[in-house]
């Protein structure tokens, strides 16, 4: 049998059951055998509830408590022994019904305590949730409630922003319409100014224009009065009257107009002041042919008188012959000798001339000879083929430069061999001059004119390019002479000075006309600038010179230049015998000297000396009385370059030259 196990429980029971064990003793002892059965009686219903209560508490030892209660249990074990020896084993067994059922009572007061505890709990989270739900609704409609305030708020907020921004708006539209009225009078105000202006400026311009056209025509009355003094002019009854000196102040006035009206051209519009000093140079004009003519008038009426006293001593003398009755021979007459040119001419001599007219005769009728290829607009295919040869002509024109003589061969080659008549590649196409019956002539032509254009565009910007594009230009001419007659043609056209020659205002010609017949661009009835006009004679004229000293080193070195330095004297010559103009003189024979100078000097020695020395003496006072003071730049540059060669003894060699490790290049 195993031994009873006591609960926790068990010393409070036994302390209850050791109080009443005595009492209970003595009335045992004293009771009846029926008084004992009932217990007896008792004892299977204990058993019963300590079976029940034993299965019940079974489980108890599998959850032991600490050492320290399992000792404490010990001692209570030996309490209940000792106690249980002393009470009989019915006591025992009731004691151990009562702590049976002490325990299932507590147990189930327990699981009822607990069942309620739980409700409470449960009724008392019910309880918080229902709380919190309410308050959770609470704090909802209290946001809700601070939303709506907030919304409202702020509505009213932007509200008020909104007629703030009204207002506002309001102000700036016044403030606008205000600024817009303000604006509208100002621009109306400088509309009603720009009007004036305009106004001002085209009456200025008008009256600019009109002060203008009485420059041209007081210009054109003064060059029609000065064609009325001929320094050549002999009269026919006064063999001895010389108006050399008058043609010379005729030149002067001539120039000091023209000078005015190139500045003033350059300025934009001229001045009263300019008009008035126009105004006097023709007075000063008038004046002057009413001074030779009076002077002629004189001389004739004094002539008359030795006439008619002549007379009367031969009629005297023939009334004593008739006395004698001698007849006596009339004397020969004497032969007026050779005449003297105290002043300089102002036209070339005839002989330039001739030869200036047939180059321009043989240009207009090399144009007409290439008539077909020129009026071509309805024929597609001439068409292609004049702009084939005319790129195959100019092209190469374009591509002279100083990189190397090699190229420059190369350039040369192409050239001759289109006006050989053999095919060249121009754009990548073959071109050949045979393609139509008129294309050479078409091609010298073109090809002249190219030359020249060069002179006056790269030349005049470049001046080194003067030398290749000469030295290639020479040796065409060598071997092809008529694109030579054609380049000079073009260049006497372009530039007039290097023939030399000085046009003359015929009748009927209109001044525009007259200007390009000086060599000036005329566009829109606007001169060019008296610089850029300068620039390109000057140009022009360096080409010319190059040319003259220049020749190809791969042609034929036993002939002669086609057009060689002496033409170059003798341009030079022609120039210092006609009367100089003001900043033109200068300009083209400081650049005719710098560029052929030094092969003039090697060619001619002494006689050129002689003629710079004469140009010093003689010939720079004549530019300096026609030179006003606002074109002393080109003279001044003259002087210094001829007082440091005649100091010298020494023309330099040209800037640019060729010299013979080009060729090897």
């Not at 703030?164 to 319409?177: P, S």
């Not at 001229?270 to 009413?290: C, F, H, K, W, Y």
């Not at 009927?508 to 829109?524: A, F, I, P």
Request: net charge neutral.
């Amino acid at each position: 049998m195993s031994p009873l196990v006591l609960s926790p429980y068990s010393g409070w029971v036994l302390d209850r059951v050791i109080g009443q064990s005595a009492p209970e003793a003595a009335r045992s002892g004293s009771s009846t055998p029926k008084e004992c059965t009932p217990v007896t009686n008792q004892l299977p219903s204990l058993e019963k509830i300590t079976s029940v209560s034993c299965q019940g508490s079974s489980p108890l030892p599998s959850t032991e408590p600490s050492e320290t209660k399992g000792n404490e249990d010990l001692s209570l074990l030996e309490m209940d022994q000792e106690v249980f020896s002393a009470i009989l084993p019915s006591k025992v067994t009731e004691v151990e019904g009562c702590i049976r059922m002490y325990e299932e009572m507590h147990r189930l007061k327990g699981k009822e305590g607990l069942r309620r505890r739980q409700e409470q709990q449960e009724q008392m989270v019910r309880a918080v949730y229902d709380l919190a739900s309410e308050q959770l609704k609470r704090f909802d409609e209290l946001k809700e409630l601070k939303q709506h305030q907030e919304f409202q708020d702020l509505q009213e907020v932007m509200e008020k922003s909104s007629k703030e921004a009204q207002g506002q708006q309001e102000k700036l539209k016044e403030e606008h319409r205000h600024r817009a009225k303000v604006l509208n009078l100002k621009l109306r105000e400088a509309e009603q100014q720009r009007q004036r202006q305009e106004e001002l400026e085209r009456l200025r311009k008008e009256e600019g224009q009109e002060r203008l056209r009485r420059l041209y025509s007081i210009q054109e009355e003064v060059l029609q009065l000065n064609q009325q003094i001929d320094p050549n002019y002999r009269h026919k009854d006064l063999p001895r009257i010389d108006l050399s000196a008058y043609s010379n102040r005729g030149n002067q006035i001539c120039g000091l107009v023209s000078g005015l009206i190139r500045t003033t051209s350059e300025r934009g519009f001229p001045s009263q002041a300019d008009v008035a000093n126009t105004e006097r140079a023709l007075q000063e004009m008038r004046g002057l042919i009413s001074s030779m003519q009076q002077e002629i008038a004189a001389a004739v009426e004094e002539k008359r008188r030795r006439d008619e006293e002549e007379e009367r001593q031969k009629q005297k003398e023939l009334l004593k012959k008739e006395q004698v009755k001698a007849q006596t021979p009339a004397p020969a007459q004497q032969s007026g000798g050779k005449q003297q040119k105290e002043g300089l001419q102002v036209k070339a001599e005839e002989s330039t001339m001739q030869w200036y007219q047939q180059l321009q005769d043989a240009a207009e009728q090399c144009v007409a000879s290439f008539s077909g290829i020129s009026n071509c607009k309805d024929n597609n295919e001439v068409k292609k083929i004049k702009t084939d040869l005319q790129k195959a002509a100019t092209i190469p024109v374009s591509q002279i430069s100083r990189i190397a003589g090699s190229q420059l061969r190369e350039i040369f080659d192409k050239i001759n061999n289109l006006l050989s008549g053999k095919s060249v590649l121009s754009g990548g196409r073959t071109v050949s001059v045979t393609q139509h019956p008129q294309g050479l002539d078409f091609v010298y032509y073109k090809l002249a004119e190219k030359f020249v254009n060069q002179g006056e565009e790269e030349v005049a910007s470049h001046r080194d390019a003067a030398f290749p594009i000469a030295v290639v230009a020479s040796g065409i001419w060598e071997m092809h002479p008529r694109v030579g007659d054609l380049f000079l043609a073009h260049l006497h056209k372009k530039c007039p000075y290097s023939v030399p020659f000085y046009p003359a205002l015929k009748e009927g010609t209109s001044m525009e006309e007259y200007q390009r017949m000086l060599g000036y661009q005329v566009k829109d009835s606007k001169v060019e600038e008296q610089d850029h006009f300068l620039k390109r004679m000057s140009g022009l004229i360096r080409l010319y010179a190059a040319i003259i000293q220049l020749r190809w080193p791969y042609g034929n070195k036993q002939g002669t230049h086609p057009h060689g330095l002496n033409y170059g004297w003798r341009w030079l010559a022609q120039m210092l015998n006609m009367e100089p103009l003001a900043d033109v003189t200068a300009t083209l024979l400081l650049d005719f000297l710098e560029v052929c100078g030094n092969a003039l000097m090697k060619q001619y020695q002494g006689q050129f000396w002689k003629m710079m020395l004469l140009i010093r003496e003689d010939y720079i006072p004549r530019i300096e009385a026609i030179t006003s003071s606002g074109q002393m730049g080109s003279l001044m540059r003259f002087k210094q370059f001829l007082e440091k060669c005649l100091q010298q003894k020494e023309i330099p060699l040209p800037k640019g030259a060729l010299q013979s490790s080009f060729w090897r290049s």
